[in-house]
């Protein structure tokens, strides 16, 4: 299995290490090509503006757009979640918009930019997880076809549609590699 992570701007090395870790392949995607030879596609945190530009720029986002509707399982984290989000907050447009979701970017404020909490999640398992929130979205309303996965704080962080799975979090800063084991088995399920 070969998991492409989106690489033109923000955090993909640490997706990249978490997923050789668990002893797959893992390539990073730059141009619309690269497309062509994964089995799925993790969209990384970071500025989600400017990964939309780039994804215009490179010519990617058109492509990217068709292969996750037509399947492909894909995982977005934080700035990621806001790029697969239907509509954001506060925005006229979207990027790929695959997903029934509204977000709101930075939903945490300035004084919340940043935490990390520890939590129990049921879809993942049993040991506790820790979730790391930076200048995180949350979703604010979905379509009925969304599954809500996970909420703190009341705040939904986490949810599934079909092949495409967000989260406000980052767990490829952590230690941990039980969100990448069950991004995998997703792509598992798909193929
Ligand atoms: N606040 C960023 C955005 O709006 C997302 C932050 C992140 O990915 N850690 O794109």
Redesign the pocket.
């Known amino acids: 299995m070969k998991v492409g992570v989106l690489a033109l701007q ?1 955090g993909f090395s640490e997706h990249v290490n978490h997923i050789k870790k668990l002893n797959h392949k893992a390539m990073e995607v730059r141009k619309k090509e690269d497309l062509d030879s994964i089995d799925g596609l993790i969209i990384p ?5 400017t990964m939309g530009k780039l994804l215009r720029e490179t010519k990617m986002l058109e492509p990217l757009r068709n292969k996750i509707i037509e399947g492909m399982p894909t995982w977005g984290t ?2 990621g979640m ?1 790029l697969l989000a239907k509509e954001i907050g506060g925005k006229d447009n979207n990027y790929i918009g695959a997903i029934d979701i509204k977000v709101r ?2 939903a945490y404020g300035s004084q919340k930019d940043s935490f990390s909490v520890k939590k129990q999640i049921e879809f993942i398992g049993d040991a506790p997880q820790e979730l790391v929130f ?4 949350y979703i604010d309303s979905h379509g009925d076809d969304v599954e809500e996965l996970l909420r703190v704080d009341g705040n939904l962080v986490a949810a599934k549609q079909k092949n495409i799975f967000v989260t406000s979090f ?1 767990p490829e800063l952590t230690d941990g590699l039980d969100f990448h084991r069950y991004f995998l088995s997703i792509i598992e399920r798909a193929s």
């Open positions: 923000g945190g970071g500025e989600s503006t934080c700035a806001i970017r930075n930076i200048r995180a979205p980052h």
